[in-house]
């Protein structure tokens, strides 16, 4: 998930459709190679590493691509923001959190964020959401429910599901502390400082907390290179291609799709048991969340 450009786009066609859904399975798969990766080595060292190298690769190719890193006051603090937020504490959280929680579960608790952007548009800005958007927020409460209570009795760690419920109140946070920051053309060079931000502060945690002990294995390798590559870079191009196309708004209705394929994921690699209030949960929350974010496009 990165900071939003935004713009209006044009309309959703077969491509775009495409993309938002090869987005959605990028995203979503992120919380099963994470779930690998921190059973082998220290979760914050291995993500501030992740993090510098796609922050590299992303500052290298946006200055090939002609985009500058002299950026305004404003996107400056959008970059810090975000980086501090999104990266070292929404991520870094939710890699501790995979010690002990599953990558389902995790998925889905991220997947809210909409969600909690929405609420918090409400209440803070009082924003007008509109009865399809408030059927949303209480279609995502209640799903967020059926799950927890089925999870809450088979035994969760509750030390694991607070790190995650804590990471997704800060990249909402983020996501609401730099709403109309534009991009003004850097995208990607903002997104790669932004990992950068992410990667010196998951640093200073790793610094202070872990001792590098890794146990090698294919498994780990893989993990780390497909998550450093594709849902660290190739899903921020893809993000920024859809953003440019169809506008920030549009896109991010491929967001419902995420709890869904967060849980499929996790059970066809991980084979992470799935029981039918999951499902159900699952479903409720999709509904939720599609409902909001048509509401704001109706709205935008």
Request: with cysteine; proline share 2%; net charge positive.
């Amino acid at each position: 998930m990165v900071a939003a450009a935004y713009g209006t786009g044009q309309g959703m066609d077969i491509r775009a459709i495409l993309m938002g859904l090869a987005f959605a399975v990028m995203w979503s798969s992120a919380f099963t190679s994470a779930r690998i990766i921190v059973a082998s080595a220290p979760p914050l060292t291995a993500l501030s590493l992740r993090f510098f190298i796609s922050g590299l690769l992303g500052v290298l190719i946006a200055r090939a691509l002609g985009q500058s890193w002299q950026l305004t006051r404003g996107q400056w603090r959008a970059t810090v923001i975000f980086g501090l937020c999104q990266n070292t504490l929404y991520l870094g959280l939710n890699f501790v959190a995979m010690q002990t929680i599953e990558a389902g579960l995790a998925a889905i608790i991220a997947s809210t964020m909409p969600l909690m952007v929405g609420l918090a548009g409400w209440l803070i800005f009082r924003e007008r959401i509109g009865w399809m958007g408030m059927l949303g927020l209480v279609a995502g409460v209640i799903g967020v429910a059926i799950i927890m209570g089925a999870r809450l009795q088979g035994g969760v760690d509750l030390y694991g599901l607070g790190l995650c419920v804590a990471g997704v109140i800060a990249l909402t946070f983020a996501t609401l502390a730099v709403r109309g920051a534009t991009s003004g053309g850097n995208f990607l060079m903002i997104v790669g400082l932004q990992m950068l931000v992410g990667s010196a502060g998951l640093a200073v945690g790793a610094a202070a907390m872990e001792t590098i002990e890794v146990t090698w294995s294919w498994q780990l390798i893989a993990a780390f290179a497909y998550t450093t590559l594709v849902p660290g870079l190739a899903a921020t191009l893809v993000w920024f291609w859809l953003v440019n196309r169809i506008g920030a708004t549009k896109a991010a209705t491929f967001h419902f799709l995420n709890p869904f394929l967060g849980v499929a994921i996790a059970a066809l690699v991980l084979s992470e048991r799935l029981g039918p209030q999951d499902l159900i949960g699952v479903a409720v929350i999709m509904g939720g969340i599609l409902a909001v974010q048509l509401s704001r496009q109706r709205r935008v």
